[in-house]
Structure formats: structure tokens, C-alpha cells
């Protein structure tokens, strides 16, 4: 190579050795210092409606701990017996010791600029036994009501989820929990106990946490609790199941729980919504689904069915008071259950808001249906994937079930608009996961994340008119995700699992929305981080 073309690689590589050394001393300076992560395309709170709201979200059992003051649940019996299907065998015994430190996540909440805090109440922690009958424990009560007042003092709004996966042993024992239709009376009654408690403060109800994710984790794949599906001998152990059948107790699960949150809901507006002001809804989970082949009708209609399996099994119901049509034509009427008229009258319209979980999105291709296999999990005919033609339908993040496509969000919630008459709607859920986090406090990809998605939120809401009112983060915390254990992480605020201690910083994640939440005269990340 001639000498001054030696001098200009030099010359390159040099400078191209600079840039790495600033982008790598940019990162440095914004994990470390109290800057704000700066924000992009003009988007910020004044983005959104004035009376909009933006909120965090957490689970009882993911974060509060304190597993000895309370009634066992089925995920506690299920990690005791099964702890080598949580990753590092890890449990939620103490997890991040919420329910000694809510006062600390409060003020962080606060501290941040967020308006809500979506959090559940554990049904055994109030009602150890799963029934009034089994007695009300006071200790509970009390728990529930200084966190409900703590967050009032500080300006948050509590949105209380009443179930969120964590069933009482004992009715699990007794009768199979959701199983049996005898779960609708025992749930209807918790559910009225929590009103009757907390109602006067809470203003927001969410009856159930992703009916979906319960309904085909337990009972069509059978890895969460109580571990129940068709499969008894292929695959490794956490992919059997000693009992249960995928092709018919997943319909009949969807079923008793659409029935104890209509029955609920019935409750809270004949004896406590005039008085209280509240509001109630539900909160579904779903994917967006793009055809494989946008050109092929029958790839448009596959993307369709893969909607109606997963968001349809229970919007159609609660939106008109039956199943969605072609989940009627694809799945034997021996196994879908079907609503009588006075059920059918009580769930439809059962819902002040809906409360939307959305994280990820899959291409959807139909395929020829299989009539020997009788299981919810092939019933609608559709192949899905994450990669066409060799790409992914977006960056993978630290799960390899999250894929990330902004788009799929702006594309569902104009598909509830359409399709469900404009219903109102929270965003009960939106967020994105690294893995082992502790020692990672820049996580560069859930800022982007949680700016792209807002940017389609605010294109929905603009040019659509889509009635959405909030918008809440998962999660507020780094906390125990289910079978990933600690090993998977969502939150703003880190955790320090790694050595029990549990102290919580901000990560990149938390400054970047306490510089997006930004009023007037308000504190910023700065001065809780």
C-alpha cells in the first residue's frame, strides 16, 4: 500500500478508535450521572391529553414477598414442588420484599412523576383460605390500606387488579379452582370484599390479569401452575403434565373466568359504583399477527383467526355476549362451552374500560387443520413464527418469545377501535425485558422501546381517535417472572437480587421517563435515583 494511503487508513482508523472511545464514554456518563437520558421526536407528556394518565404496573406475587403472612397460593405450592423449572431455582418467598418497602417504591414512584400505580391485591392475603367463611386477616387489610393511602398522599392513582394468577391452594384442592363453575361465587365474593374495603379510595378495578395467559399456560401448555395439558410423554418433564386435556379445559377455564368477572362486575355496579365513582374493566393480553403472506387471503384470514383465539376468546363475549364466529366454526361444540341467555346477557357490556397488554407480535399462516388433534393450542389451524424468509419481524430482546414491533400496538388498538366500537381503553401493560440486569444500568433498548411504542400510541390516539386514557409501564421493578425467576428483567428500577441486599437504583429506563413525565416545577429522577 503507498505511503499516503497508509496515512489515510491510519488516519480513519484513528478517528473511527474516537468515536467508539465517545460513544462508549457517552454511555458511561448517562448510566453513571444524574443527567436525564434526552428524549427524541419532540415526544414528551404534553404529547398525549392533559388528563391523560401514566402509570407503572407490578403483581402481588412478583414482588411483595412476605409468603409467610399470607394463605399459600398455587404458584407457591408449584415453585416448592417444581423449583427446578424456575431459572436458577430461584422463588418469590421474599422476592423484592414489597410488602415491607412499599413505602420506598411509593416514593420512587413518585419521585419519577408517574401518575398511577397498577398493582394487585393477593386473594390469600386477605382471605387466607380463599373464602370469608375461612376468615378475613386484618394484618392484610391493613397492608393493602396504608399502601392505597400512601399512594393517595403522594398524587397516584391506585388501579387494583383483584386476580392476577395467584389462585388459593385450597380452592384448587377443593374443586379444581377455575375449573369448576364453583370458582364464580367464591371469586365474585373476594371480589366484593375488596370493594367494600378499599372501594371509597380506589377508583379504578381490573377484575383479571390476562385470562389468556392463565388460561393456556395452566391448562393448554401446562408450564404454570396447575400444570395441566394433553402432553404425558414427549418432551422433557416441564412439558408434561401427570393431568388435564388441552382441548377441552382451556374453553372451559376462558369460560368460569369470563363468568366471575361478569359476575363481579355485576356486583360493583348494583351495590358500590353510585357510591364509590369507581370504574371497572378486565385486562387481555394479545399480540398483533401479520400474515405471512400479506397477498394471500388465506394468510389475512389466518392473522384474523389468531386474533380471535387470543383476544377475541374474550372481547367477542364481553363486547356481544358470544364467541367469536369463527372459533364457533373451527373449535367441536362438545368443547366449547356456550353462554345461556342470562349469562349471555350479564357478560356482555361487563366493562367500564379494557385494559390492553401488548408487548409483541408474530407472522400467522394457515395451514391445513388437523382433525385428529383435539387441543386449543392447533385448533385455529395457524402456523406462527417470528422470522420470514430468514428475518425477524423485529429485534429480539432479552426473551425469545419478545420480539419488538411498535407497529403491531398502533395496528391492535385501531383494531379494537373498529372492530369493538372505540371501547375505552388503559394500556395496562407495555414493556420489554433484558436478562441478569443488575449490573447493567444503561438499557438503551427499553428506552427506545418505550419511546417507539409511544410515538404509535400517540399516532392512534391523533389520527385515529383511539379512546385511550393511560398508559402504564411493566414494570416498575425488576421482580420474579414466573418461570424466568430474576433471570429476566422488566423494570425501571433495578433490583439487586444478586446479593439479597434488594436495594433499588434507576436505570437508564426510569430517567428517561422521569425527564418524559417532566411538569412544571416537579422533581426530576435527580433527586430519588
Known sequence: MPH?????????????????LF???????VSHCDENVPLV??????????????????????????????????????????????????DAFVAADSYHRYKEDVSLL???????????????????????????????????????????????????????????????EEYKGFLSQKIVEDYANYAELCFRLFGNKVKHWITLNEPWTYTTMGYAFGKFPPNRCSNREFGSPDTRCLYGNSGT???????????????????????????????????????????????????VDAAN?????????????LFRGAYPTEMVKYVDKERLPTFKPQEAAMVKGSYDFIGLNYYT?????????????????????????????GKPIGL???????????????????????????????????????????????????????????????????????KVKGYFVWSLMDNFEWLDGYFLNFGLIRVNYGNKSLKRSCKASARWFSNFLQKSGSPNAANVC
Open 110 to 172: 413518585s419521585g419519577l412523576g408517574f401518575d398511577a400505580y397498577r398493582f394487585s391485591i393477593s386473594w390469600t392475603r386477605i382471605l387466607p383460605t380463599g373464602r370469608i367463611s375461612g376468615g378475613i386477616s386484618a394484618r392484610g387489610v391493613r397492608y393493602y390500606s396504608a399502601l392505597i393511602d400512601d399512594l393517595i398522599s403522594k398524587g397516584i392513582q391506585p388501579f387494583v387488579t383483584i386476580f392476577h394468577f395467584d389462585l388459593p391452594q385450597k380452592l384448587e
Open 4 to 20: 499516503n494511503q497508509k496515512q489515510q487508513a491510519m488516519a480513519l482508523k484513528y478517528k473511527l478508535i474516537l468515536a467508539h
Open 23 to 29: 460513544l462508549f464514554a457517552f454511555i458511561i456518563s
Open 305 to 317: 383467526r389468531s386474533l380471535d383465539f387470543m383476544f377475541g376468546l374474550y372481547m367477542d363475549p
Open 361 to 389: 407480535a408474530q407472522y400467522s399462516q394457515d395451514i391445513p387443520c388437523d382433525k385428529s388433534q383435539k387441543n386449543y393450542l392447533t385448533d385455529s389451524c395457524v402456523s406462527l413464527t417470528y422470522t420470514k424468509d
Open 249 to 299: 379445559e382451556p374453553y372451559v377455564v376462558a369460560h368460569h373466568l369470563l363468568l366471575a368477572h361478569a359476575a363481579a362486575v355485576k356486583i360493583y355496579r348494583e351495590k358500590y359504583q353510585k357510591i364509590q365513582g369507581g370504574q371497572i374493566g378486565i385486562s387481555l393480553v394479545t399480540q398483533w399477527f401479520e400474515p405471512y403472506d400479506p397477498n394471500s387471503q388465506t394468510d
Open 41 to 90: 421526536n419532540g415526544l414528551n407528556r404534553s404529547s398525549f391529553p392533559s388528563h391523560f394518565v401514566f402509570g407503572a404496573a407490578t403483581s402481588a406475587y412478583q414482588i411483595e414477598g412476605a409468603s409467610n403472612l399470607r394463605g399459600k397460593n398455587i404458584w407457591d405450592v408449584f415453585v416448592s414442588k417444581h423449583q427446578d423449572r424456575i431459572s436458577n431455582h430461584s
Open 396 to 466: 429480539q430482546s432479552g426473551a425469545g418469545w419478545l420480539y419488538i414491533y411498535p407497529k403491531g400496538f398502533y395496528k391492535i388498538l385501531v383494531h379494537i377501535k373498529e372492530k369493538y366500537n372505540n371501547p375505552l381503553i388503559y394500556v395496562t401493560e407495555n414493556g420489554v425485558c433484558g436478562h441478569n440486569e443488575w449490573d447493567k444500568p444503561f438499557d438503551l433498548q427499553r428506552v427506545n422501546y418505550h419511546q417507539k411504542h409511544l410515538t404509535e400510541l400517540r399516532r392512534a390516539i391523533n389520527d385515529k381517535k383511539v
